[in-house]
């Protein structure tokens, strides 16, 4: 057996480390973030971790992009919205989550961009197809909204939800979550 050499085990041991490294998840600075700092700069810290911490997920990208853009930071929460959105693996709840928003700051339009994409990607999905429904009720197209929950409902006539959603949105109130 020939002995190996200080070089082969110094670089062994680099290419041990390296890949210990970039297996370990970021965990995240803890409550330092924004310990000592005014609401605004301590806000702006747990945003920032917020966003590191995502490590790319969708949800969290939107959950981020969602306090941004609703405190008056609207280009910042687009543009993680859109990057949560844009890598193609976006699914059906990412584009509700994104509607959502856009419905409680009273954009009526772009909501319903974003729930029509929630119902393309899966049309025949039924809890979509009340979510949408109940949607079109909300701004007054009730046709189209009794069109869907009626598909919703022959599916799942036992479901509450989809009644819930129903009379929230003929009565005004907030969307439940």
């Known amino acids: 057996m020939k002995p190996i050499s200080v070089a082969a085990v110094a670089a062994l041991t680099l290419l ?13 600075a803890g409550i330092d973030v924004i310990r000592n ?18 490590n790319g997920g969708s949800w969290e990208l939107i959950a981020v992009g969602r306090v941004y853009y609703l405190s008056g930071e609207k280009d910042r929460g687009q543009a993680l919205f859109d990057f949560a959105t844009g890598s193609g693996r976006a699914d059906a709840a990412d584009y509700e989550r994104i509607a959502e928003v856009y419905a409680e700051t009273g954009e009526n339009d772009r909501a319903t961009a974003s729930y029509e994409k929630m119902l393309a990607i899966d049309p025949k999905d039924d809890s979509n197809q009340a979510v949408m429904g109940a ?4 701004v007054g197209q009730r046709e189209k909204g009794e069109a869907l929950l009626d598909r919703a409902l022959k599916r799942r006539p036992d479901s509450p939800w989809y009644y819930v959603r129903a009379a929230e949105s003929l009565l005004g109130v907030p969307a439940g979550r």
């Open 16 to 28: 041990f480390g390296v890949g210990i490294g970039l297996g370990a998840k970021y965990k995240g």
């Open 37 to 54: 700092k005014s609401d605004k700069d301590a806000a702006a810290a747990a945003l920032s971790e917020a966003e590191h911490v995502a």
């Open 135 to 138: 949607w079109y009720l909300r």
